[in-house]
Antibody, heavy 121, light 110 residues
């Protein structure tokens, strides 16, 4: 069974950066896509971007493009999502998720437990 | 702003059926069969309940069904139960993004 375990909560100052990790285990399919999704307080879910480890391709949502980098360390099966130039509106719960198919839009079937990132001065 | 429009809220009594719509355009919902639906209860991770318009992942109740007509996708929950109370989100592939979420719909079981 696929398990995604995320790093712990973070509190950051505006303008700084945060790096959230997501360690995958039990992934037996050869091709999959890993996404990062966030939910700000009182808001809906938002797809931030993702990576397809098989090809090394990363994709990002327009809203955060230029501030976010998503990587995958296949030796440790760990993805990292780094968000830079943090703003108050980046305060959210951040989730990683896995699609057991070669692209994101086939459905995000497995999810991490979520990581709370708070941006506060 | 999300390109996919969902009603903010729907409600129904136990045993009834409810349908949640997800309206887009020919550049997303109408043009591709890559619509998914997620159930999200507060404090938990979202759960995939429908993928590729009408397919259910293993273990998801048959009370959940998906469909699409034109630029609108729909999620129908039949035989409503108290445990169905949650937020529901649609997603679609779009020409501008591999995944776009709808704004979400709060389902209240009366």
């Amino acid at each position: 069974q696929v398990q995604l375990v995320q790093s712990g909560a973070e509190v950051k100052k505006p303008g700084s950066s945060v790096k959230v990790s997501c360690k995958a285990s039990g992934v037996t399919f050869t091709t999959y896509a890993l996404s990062w999704v966030r939910q700000a307080p009182g808001e809906g879910l938002e797809w931030m971007g993702g990576i397809i480890p098989f090809s090394g391709t990363s994709n990002y949502a327009q809203k955060v493009m230029g501030r976010v980098t998503i990587t995958m360390d296949e030796s440790t099966s760990t993805s990292h999502m780094e968000l830079r130039s943090l703003r108050f509106e980046d305060t959210a719960v951040y989730y990683c998720s896995v699609t057991p198919a070669p692209y994101y839009y086939y459905g995000m079937d497995f999810w991490g437990q979520g990581t709370t990132v708070t941006v506060s001065s | 702003q999300s390109p996919l429009t969902q009603p903010a809220s729907v409600s129904g009594s136990p045993g009834q059926s409810v349908t949640i719509s997800c309206t887009g355009t020919s550049s997303d919902v109408g043009g591709y069969n890559f619509v998914s639906w997620y159930q999200h209860r507060p404090g938990t991770a979202p759960k995939l309940i429908i993928y590729e318009v009408f397919n259910r992942p293993s273990g998801v109740s048959t009370r959940f069904s998906g469909s699409k007509s034109g630029n609108t996708a729909s999620l129908t929950i039949s035989g409503l139960q108290a445990e169905d109370e949650a937020d529901y989100y649609c997603t679609s592939f779009t020409i501008n993004s591999p995944v776009a979420f709808g704004g979400g719909t709060r389902l209240t079981v009366l």
